[in-house]
């Protein structure tokens, strides 16, 4: 069902034409999701049983794990939709709710039921479904859980038209901010206590120890049954300033591009220098919603530019040298 060249390395490369660092993340991600389909594919030749390796994201806010799972949905070619954890919590029909993400991925699918059964759901901010003793939420986010955990399973879903969905086989990717999760880590640092045999292993051990537990998952307040299902765990980190700039302009579909664009087809020519993305990328920083305000502070920079030069046909190329100062207009020499 994979097209065997869609390797864990050729995902990789494909998701850093998008998605800037995260390279840990990108790769648990890729070797997953590559498993997962091959398991699929084996499953069919043989009939075994597929145990199913659903993926957990972990990071802060805007650091691209949507980003990341709608690339990746885009490389493998598979129907994509993404569904909230905190409306699953906020509606009193959890069950019609998850209908409905699984319908939307059927429609993702051209109304093709076989091929939505291989697709992927993302589930965002699975860690506000935490429970939380005497609040009113701690309810709905359990039985959120339960719900989830039954599709996650696999199961067979009713859609409106009466059609079933099969959900054995679609990957579900979960993703939280889990705001408190590495206080909780640091005290339970299993592994510690090797390190001081052999020092040449103090770099395993990192990785051991930087490892999500289900424990810790589980102390969070998410429950057994349902950390259970998410094994494997890929954790983004916050963005620095440097990854900040290079969001700016690296990916194929940044916004320096996007502007860029835009401007030509006014017939001008767009030219941002460095300082400039790095003064944004130091407000962006402040601002702590990782990359998701670069396009607000770019904006607001270039919108009076983009007022003006409709107005003035003799403007070739607009210069900007820094968010503070005015940027320089290039005009035709008649
Ligand atoms: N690592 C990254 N590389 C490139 N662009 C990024 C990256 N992280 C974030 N962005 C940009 O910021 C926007 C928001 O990122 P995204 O939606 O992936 O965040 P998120 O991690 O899912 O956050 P949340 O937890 O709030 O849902 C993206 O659309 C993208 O433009
Ligand atoms: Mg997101």
Do not use: W
């Not at 989830?148 to 959900?167: C, F, H, P, R, W």
């Not at 408190?180 to 051991?208: K, V």
């Not at 890929?234 to 916004?255: G, H, K």
């Not at 770019?298 to 919108?303: D, N, P």
């Amino acid at each position: 069902m994979l097209d065997k060249r869609i390797k864990p390395s050729v995902i990789v490369k494909y998701l850093d034409q998008y998605v800037i660092g995260q390279d840990d993340a990108k790769k648990i991600v890729a070797v997953a999701v590559y498993s997962h389909y091959r398991k699929i594919d084996r499953a069919k030749q043989d009939s075994v049983e597929v145990a199913k390796s659903n993926v957990l994201l972990i990071g802060p806010s805007g650091t691209g794990k949507t980003l990341l799972c709608e690339t990746l949905a885009r490389i493998l070619g598979v129907p994509f939709v993404t569904g909230d954890a905190t409306s699953l919590a906020q509606t009193r029909y959890v069950n019609e709710e998850i209908e409905a993400i699984l319908q939307r991925l059927v429609d993702k699918a051209d109304g093709n039921v076989a091929r939505a059964q291989n697709g992927i759901v993302f589930i965002d901010e699975i860690d506000k479904l935490k429970a939380v003793d005497g609040q009113p939420r701690s309810v709905s986010g359990e039985s959120v859980q339960h719900a989830l955990l039954k599709i996650m399973e696999g199961s067979q879903v009713k859609l409106a038209n009466a059609q079933y969905i099969d959900t054995t086989n679609i990957l579900f990717i979960c993703g939280g901010a889990f705001v408190g999760l590495e206080e909780i880590m640091s005290g339970s640092q299993t592994y510690g206590f090797i390190s001081a045999s052999d020092s040449d292993n103090q770099n395993i051990l990192n990785r051991l120890n930087a490892r999500v537990k289900p424990t810790d998952l589980f102390q969070y307040g998410l429950i057994p049954e349902f950390t259970g299902r998410l094994p494997i765990i890929a954790r983004f980190r916050d963005l620095t300033r440097e990854m900040l700039v290079r969001i700016l302009v690296e990916p194929r579909n940044c916004i320096y591009n996007q502007f860029m664009d835009i401007f030509r087809n006014e017939g001008v020519e767009l030219s941002v220098e460095r300082k400039t993305f790095e003064q944004i990328a130091d407000i962006a920083l402040e601002y702590k919603t990782g990359a998701r305000s670069l396009r607000g502070i770019f904006e607001e920079l270039i919108t009076p530019i983009l007022f003006a030069v409709p107005d003035d046909p003799g403007i070739r190329k607009v210069e900007i040298a820094s968010l503070f100062t005015d940027p320089r207009y290039i005009r035709n020499s008649k």
